[in-house]
């Protein structure tokens, strides 16, 4: 690894991902690499901003929003602006959700990930569009607690129904092991399109739609490669990271 420059390293991975973590790094030198894969990630992604940003300048593009969820409008309603609620969940609990659903299983074929990846996905999935049909409390802490109270035994049912399917998934372990570059590519695809879902699209804005997702897309890149070559705890910092720019730069 001493011979080979992260960007190279990542740059390589991006062609031919594969499951080899690095052994040697200390915490301080993953830190590091950590650092200089987020300075990537984030110059590639203004590129996306600045071809947004020029269609804007013509008049061609008005922007996409984000969709807001179940606990913000129930926040904002109240206080008109976040609260330490919307910040736990929007930048410590979902990111490590995700990752959870769509990093964990970067690795050799371990069926308890797997399982879990997919209880997280259905989960977060349901949280999201059937809200509607939960009680919820009138105070905010409360409301929270009830949230991820939801959430996690959710995740939880759907893990141990899944758990019954172990014969028909394990079948997939030699494809797992010997098809890398597809399980990662697999895994970025449903990272990137499911977060059409949390844009505001109208119909005009459908041909800006591929723009708008390279940024997803990018960082879908840069998690995956965290999680492999320095442990799923590494991509979940990242993304913690810029979720928190994100709200904290609106």
């Known amino acids: 690894m001493s011979r080979t420059s992260i960007r190279k390293d990542f740059l390589n991975f991006v062609k031919n991902p594969d499951y080899f973590p690095f052994h040697e790094s200390t915490p301080s030198k993953r830190l590091i690499?950590?650092?200089?894969?987020?300075v990537i990630s984030s110059l590639l992604c203004i590129i996306p901003a600045i071809t947004l940003?020029?269609?804007?300048y013509l008049g061609f593009y008005n922007g996409i929003e984000?969709?807001?969820?179940e606990i913000y409008d129930f926040e904002r309603s109240r206080n008109n602006g976040y609260t330490?609620?919307?910040?736990?969940l929007g930048v410590v609990i979902t990111p490590v959700l995700e990752e959870i659903a769509f990093r964990l299983p970067l690795k050799r074929f371990d069926f308890?990930?797997?399982?879990?990846?997919?209880?997280?996905?259905?989960?977060?999935?349901?949280?999201?569009?059937f809200p509607e049909y939960l009680w919820w409390p009138k105070g905010k802490l409360f409301f929270f607690l009830t949230h991820m109270f939801y959430l996690i035994s959710i995740i939880g049912i759907l893990f141990a129904l899944l758990n019954q399917f172990g014969v028909r998934i394990?079948?997939?372990?030699?494809?797992?092991?010997n098809?890398?570059?597809?399980?990662?590519?697999?895994?970025?695809?449903?990272f990137t399109v499911l977060h059409v879902f949390n844009l505001n699209i109208e119909i005009k804005d459908l041909v800006f739609l591929p723009i708008a997702l390279l940024p997803f897309l990018i960082s879908g890149l840069a998690f995956g490669y965290l999680r492999v070559r320095l442990g799923l705890i590494?991509?979940?910092?990242?993304?913690?990271?810029?979720?928190?720019?994100s709200f904290t730069f609106g």
Do not use: C
């Open 66 to 69: 984000m969709i807001s969820t």
């Open 53 to 56: 940003s020029f269609f804007e």
């Open 112 to 129: 308890k990930s797997i399982i879990l990846a997919i209880a997280v996905v259905l989960g977060l999935f349901f949280m999201y569009y």
């Open 179 to 190: 098809n890398p570059s597809k399980i990662y590519y697999l895994s970025l695809t449903l």
């Open 234 to 245: 590494y991509s979940i910092l990242m993304h913690i990271i810029i979720n928190g720019l």
């Open 170 to 177: 394990s079948k997939l372990k030699n494809f797992w092991n």
């Open 84 to 88: 330490i609620y919307i910040i736990i």
């Open 33 to 38: 690499i950590l650092f200089k894969v987020f």
